[in-house]
Every structure is written in structure tokens, then in C-alpha cells.
């Protein structure tokens, strides 16, 4: 599975912006989907994941209430719908596939897109 995440930009506090990750191949719809972001000088972590079916979405508690996660299987994609973006949220986001039970740990994602940059000014 090759990943593309686009929509990343520069958006003022309070505005939003929505990522998408685009996915080759025909087994997308097998495969559970994540967002991570990595600030500069951090660590990538977890913000939102969503399983192969579309069922119950998993959000970081920094993101709970204004982002959400969804995916057109038939498109083959994921989205990443961002809202009250804060300062704070400025990084690279990244998506990527996994297998199995849906996880929050970046090692337990086999694939990856190339991230795309999210810069919210104060």
C-alpha cells in the first residue's frame, strides 16, 4: 500500500483545515488507518485512528472534540477533518495503514505516507 497525505498548510487559531491520505492498491479496505504528527524536536505520536470497517474512531485527548477521522473505502481514502486548530497542533502529519487490531503505537504501522505539513499561527 503506498500512502499520499495532502492538505496540510497555514491556517490562523481557530481555523481548520482537512487532510487527506490517498491509498493505493485494492486492500485498502482491509487495512485500519492513522494520523500521527511530529512537532520539531519531538517525538511522532498518535492522534486519531479508525478501523478497517469505519467503526469506532480513537483520539488522542489533545484532539478529542475537534478533530475527527473518516475514510471512504471506495475512494480509497482517509481524511482528517481538523477544527480549533491551536498553535499546539503545528507538525507533520503523517498517515499509515496497519493490520490487525487498531493501535495508537507507531510501530505497529506497516505503511506510511510522506507527511504534510501543518502550521497554525497564533
Known amino acids: 500500500v503506498q500512502l499520499q497525505a495532502s492538505g496540510g498548510g497555514l491556517v490562523q487559531a481557530g481555523g481548520s483545515l482537512r487532510l487527506s491520505c490517498a491509498a493505493s492498491g485494492r486492500a485498502f479496505s482491509t487495512y485500519n488507518m492513522g494520523w500521527f504528527r511530529q512537532a520539531p524536536g519531538k517525538e511522532r505520536e498518535f492522534v486519531a485512528a479508525i478501523s478497517w470497517s469505519g467503526g469506532r474512531p480513537y483520539y488522542t485527548d489533545s484532539v478529542k472534540g475537534r478533530f475527527t477521522i473518516s475514510r471512504d473505502n471506495p475512494k480509497n481514502t482517509v481524511y482528517l477533518q481538523m477544527n480549533s486548530l491551536k498553535p499546539e497542533d503545528t507538525a507533520v502529519y503523517y498517515c499509515?495503514?496497519?493490520?490487525?487490531?487498531?493501535?495508537?503505537?507507531?510501530?505497529?504501522?506497516?505503511?506510511w505516507g510522506q507527511g504534510t505539513h501543518v502550521t497554525v499561527s497564533s
Open positions: 499509515a495503514a496497519s493490520r490487525g487490531v487498531v493501535n495508537t503505537t507507531p510501530g505497529t504501522y506497516t505503511y
